[in-house]
Nanobody, 121 residues
Framework: QVQLVESGGGLVQAGGSLRLSCAASGRAFSGYYMGWFRQAPGKEREFVARIWSIGDTQYTDSVKGRFAISRDSAKNTVYLQMNSLKPEDSAVYYC???????????????WGQGTQVTVSS
């Protein structure tokens, strides 16, 4: 019902920035919560951020103040602006969507393929 394609990952130095994009297709984009998870080798997939609207966003504690999630309904796209990147941010980042809220405990129904983010020391 929803297809998600991420882009914008890459290799950056610690302290640098990246902006991830997720293009969505399918029905009722505006009726879906959108967000991002990440997964490092040997670790479980971790919730990063979620958005419903400008006034309704959530972040995991480790990225608060550094990452910002936004969405452009006209373009069916969600973004993750990542600033002050740290080596521990290195992971595959996955775009996610669902009609109900998700986060650290509830996982969404729809996933993108993932984009690699590597932060060097």
């Amino acid at each position: 019902q929803v297809q998600l394609v991420e882009s914008g990952g890459g290799l950056v130095q610690a302290g640098g920035s990246l902006r991830l994009s997720c293009a969505a297709s399918g029905r009722a984009f505006s009726g879906y919560y959108m967000g991002w998870f990440r997964q490092a080798p040997g670790k479980e997939r971790e919730f990063v951020a979620r958005i419903w609207s400008i006034g309704d966003t959530q972040y995991t504690d480790s990225v608060k103040g550094r990452f910002a999630i936004s969405r452009d309904s006209a373009k069916n796209t969600v973004y993750l602006q990542m600033n002050s990147l740290k080596p521990e941010d290195s992971a595959v980042y996955y775009c996610a969507a669902d009609t109900i809220p998700f986060g650290s405990r509830r996982k969404p129904d729809y996933w993108g393929q993932g984009t690699q983010v590597t932060v060097s020391s």
